[in-house]
């Protein structure tokens, strides 16, 4: 295996400004799921992709999820792009996943330079919509293939992979077709692996390994029929926003603490192998503040940050609905409120039972105020969390990759936000799911001058296609 690894090495470098150019290219493609008028892109962007793929010699099916309602339009949602690479039963299969469509982006946002033309800066810089998230990585699977190609490798697994078109927006239309897909095209996969998230810091790699679930509540007061003159009403009814006001402060206090009674109750203690992750990593108070631009952190130790960001649950208040919030003065008793807010879910919680302890306490607290406005709780959302032991044989290959492409020992981390499908993955296909992420903590992916470093654009394909050769040599059992 040494040979075959370092000879595809020395071609990736060689190719290194022609993977550039390639990125350039998909960069190009204006793929944004949210922007009806750019439907037509993400489609192209996909179609892109399959024909690429095909060209190498893969198998590809286009599964069309059905049609979304965007804002009043109804639209065909884009294709979901199946493939398989290789078809020997002597070698493992490797399922990957990743999309092409990307956040909306306009120059006038504050962009240095146009979002869809690629920018290759001279601090080493590959500035441009998509380019972290997440073509860069798609990319990579694909590069991947093809540099073994060209060099006369032999690709060690047979690769299946499902890319699609609507992340950005909610992946509207791919759990159905994972479920539907599991024993059918994905049949046979052994582990799966998704890039499509970012290292702890900037310099140093990761493997991740656990994600926190999001319960969303809408928390809704009710009044009068209609708004209300705060110098004829004031004083002389229930006013519905400063019994939302009350209630919301009951649920979370300043240093970040859920007053919600028994929600700590179900959260998993920590185990030895867990707190052995934290030794090492890549993580500062000082970094941290320096990226908020004011040091607000609530905590004194970096352990005990990180691990309120990853394995404990906590609470944030979103905004609020219904009430004034325009610019000047207005003097209106708002009839109706919606309060919003989440929950993200931790090891071993349930939404189920997250959802009835928050319902059964604001229920409560709503009754102590003797308010004759009517209030109700509703959950809009309850996704689980997922972790994943880092000492599992997926993860095991990921880290020898991850050692011999960067000289170091990768970060083992776990994710405060949420990527669904990865517990569709693993809860459909029976199999381990790792992350294995390309891009670094600064990246700024959604947001202006989005990038990738071409380190670690470059280094990514050597990781990918390490990886894949490490998987090849693992024992999965």
């Not at 639209?75 to 290789?86: A, E, S």
């Not at 499902?162 to 024993?183: N, R």
Request: net charge negative; proline share 5%; glycine share 10%.
């Amino acid at each position: 295996m040494a040979n075959t690894v370092e000879k595809y090495f020395d071609l990736v470098d060689q190719n290194q400004q022609k993977f550039i150019e390639t990125l350039r290219e998909v960069v190009a493609i204006p793929s944004v799921s949210g922007d009806a008028t750019k439907r037509g892109e993400v489609v192209r962007m996909g179609e892109w992709l399959q024909e690429r793929w095909e060209a190498l010699g893969a198998q590809c099916k286009r599964v069309d999820p059905g049609k979304q309602d965007l804002h009043g339009e109804i639209l065909d949602l884009p294709p979901v792009i199946l493939g398989q690479y290789g078809n020997d039963p002597s070698k493992k299969t490797v399922l990957v996943y990743g999309h092409y469509d990307v956040q909306p982006a306009l120059l006038e946002d504050g962009w240095e330079t146009d979002p869809f033309t690629l920018v290759e800066k001279e601090d080493g810089r590959l500035v441009g919509r998509g380019s972290t998230d997440d073509k860069g990585p798609v990319l990579g699977w694909l590069l991947c293939a093809e540099t073994h190609k060209q060099a006369g490798l032999e690709f060690p697994v047979n690769l299946k992979f499902c890319f699609e078109g609507m992340e950005e927006s909610g992946s509207e239309g791919l759990d159905a077709i994972i479920v539907d897909e599991a024993d059918k095209w994905f049949k046979g996969t052994g582990v799966v692996c998704i890039s499509d998230n970012y290292w702890l810091g900037t310099q140093k790699p990761c493997l991740t390994h656990g994600l926190r679930g999001v319960s969303y509540f809408h928390l809704e007061v009710e009044g009068p029929g209609a708004d209300l003159h705060s110098g004829v009403f004031g004083g002389t009814v229930h006013e519905p926003m400063v019994d939302l006001v009350h209630l919301l402060s009951r649920l979370v206090d300043t240093n970040g603490r859920i007053q919600v009674p028994g929600i700590y109750d179900q959260v998993m203690a920590v185990t030895d192998e867990e707190e052995s992750t934290y030794e090492g990593l890549e993580f500062s108070h000082k970094a941290l503040a320096t990226d908020l631009k004011h040091d607000v952190i609530i905590h004194d130790d970096e352990r005990a940050t990180l691990k309120h960001r990853w394995r404990y649950p906590t609470l944030s208040i979103h905004g609020v609905e219904g009430a004034f919030y325009a610019s000047g003065d207005k003097t209106v008793i708002p009839a109706r409120v919606r309060g919003k807010f989440s929950l993200r879910t931790v090891p071993n919680m349930e939404p189920a039972k997250v959802a009835e302890l928050v319902t059964k306490y604001v229920e409560s607290e709503f009754a102590k105020l003797g308010s004759k406005n009517r209030m109700r709780v509703i959950e809009t959302h309850g996704g689980r969390w997922w972790y994943s032991s880092p000492n599992h044989p997926n993860f095991v290959a990921a880290a020898r990759a991850t050692e011999r492409v960067y000289g170091v020992k990768p970060d083992l981390t776990r994710e405060g936000g949420s990527i669904p499908v990865t517990l569709t993955f693993e809860e459909n296909l029976k199999v381990n799911v790792l992350l294995l992420p390309m891009g670094a903590a600064d990246d700024g992916a959604h947001s202006i001058n989005e990038k990738i470093d071409k380190r670690n654009y470059i280094q990514g394909i050597k990781l990918l296609g390490a990886y894949l050769h490490e998987i090849a040599e693992t024992d999965l059992n």
